[in-house]
């Protein structure tokens, strides 16, 4: 079965730093990628999607994501964060031969807190 | 607008209670879920249904239960049979496996 492993589950950073949430999947031959973003008692926001094309994605709040199949990996980036990207972001796959539904598959959540 | 309403946005429910909670959407979207949320653990998927009058059980159906008479609405019923219900509920939906879009939440509280 599918799942999504999100390797920090903490990300503390200073504000105007670059910052990079790292997100894995195991393996399947086709997949749709994606990344979301909660904010404290919110529901769940879409950052960015890959579904096919580019490997690059680029997405709201001048965040991007690099699909690399070779390494079953989807990592979001972002250049310089502010204090407004305080959250918990989550990455989610979706995978194209399971026939048995079509539900997104979370993984456990990166917190990335931003100070100043 | 159009969108994903939960409702209420806060529950509380006694031991021993059944509470339902609400999801519409207006999206026209054929199929919804239900997740549930605790600290740590990301979105774990309860029910979800790709059409009306049909749902499937998730990972952790258990203590639930589901309906799906209309299109626009998947409301989700927490048992007594759920021995721990507190918990952050998501419901969400689809157009095949393209983007979830989710509702605001309901977060539900054992008193």
């Given at each position: 079965?599918?799942?999504?492993?999100?390797?920090?589950?903490?990300?503390?950073?200073?504000e105007?730093?670059?910052?990079?949430?790292?997100?894995?999947?195991?393996?399947?031959?086709?997949?749709?990628?994606?990344?979301?973003?909660?904010?404290?008692?919110?529901?769940?926001?879409?950052?960015?999607?890959?579904?096919?094309?580019?490997?690059?994605v680029?997405?709201?709040?001048?965040?991007?994501?690099?699909?690399?199949?070779?390494?079953?990996?989807f990592?979001?980036?972002?250049?310089?964060?502010?204090?407004?990207?305080?959250?918990?972001?989550?990455?989610?796959?979706?995978?194209?031969?399971?026939?048995?539904?079509?539900?997104l598959?979370?993984?456990?959540?990166?917190?990335?807190?931003?100070?100043? | 607008?159009?969108?994903i309403?939960?409702?209420?946005?806060?529950?509380?429910?006694?031991?021993?209670?059944?509470?339902?909670?609400?999801?519409?959407?207006?999206?026209?979207?054929?199929?919804?879920?239900?997740?549930?949320?605790?600290?740590?653990?990301?979105?774990?998927?309860?029910?979800?249904?790709?059409?009306?009058?049909?749902?499937?059980?998730?990972?952790?159906?258990?203590?639930?239960?589901?309906?799906?008479?209309?299109?626009?609405?998947?409301?989700?019923?927490?048992?007594?049979?759920?021995?721990?219900?507190?918990?952050?509920?998501l419901?969400?939906?689809?157009?095949?496996?393209?983007?979830?879009?989710?509702?605001?939440?309901?977060?539900?509280?054992?008193?």
């Amino acid at each position: 079965a599918q799942s999504v492993t999100q390797l920090d589950s903490q990300v503390p950073v200073f504000e105007e730093a670059p910052v990079e949430l790292r997100c894995n999947y195991s393996s399947s031959v086709s997949v749709y990628l994606f990344w979301y973003v909660q904010y404290p008692n919110q529901g769940l926001q879409l950052l960015l999607k890959y579904l096919s094309g580019s490997t690059l994605v680029k997405g709201i709040n001048g965040f991007e994501a690099e699909f690399n199949k070779s390494q079953t990996s989807f990592h979001l980036r972002k250049p310089s964060v502010h204090i407004s990207d305080t959250a918990e972001y989550f990455c989610a796959v979706s995978d194209l031969t399971n026939q048995a539904g079509t539900a997104l598959i979370f993984g456990k959540g990166t917190t990335l807190s931003v100070s100043s | 607008d159009g969108g994903i309403t939960q409702s209420p946005k806060y529950l509380f429910r006694k031991e021993g209670q059944n509470v339902t909670l609400s999801c519409e959407q207006n999206l026209n979207h054929d199929a919804m879920y239900w997740y549930r949320q605790d600290p740590g653990q990301g979105l774990r998927l309860i029910y979800y249904s790709q059409i009306v009058n049909d749902f499937q059980k998730g990972d952790i159906a258990e203590g639930y239960s589901v309906s799906r008479e209309k299109k626009e609405s998947f409301p989700l019923t927490v048992t007594s049979a759920q021995k721990n219900p507190t918990a952050f509920y998501l419901c969400a939906s689809s157009i095949g496996k393209k983007e979830a879009f989710f509702g605001q939440g309901t977060r539900l509280t054992v008193v």
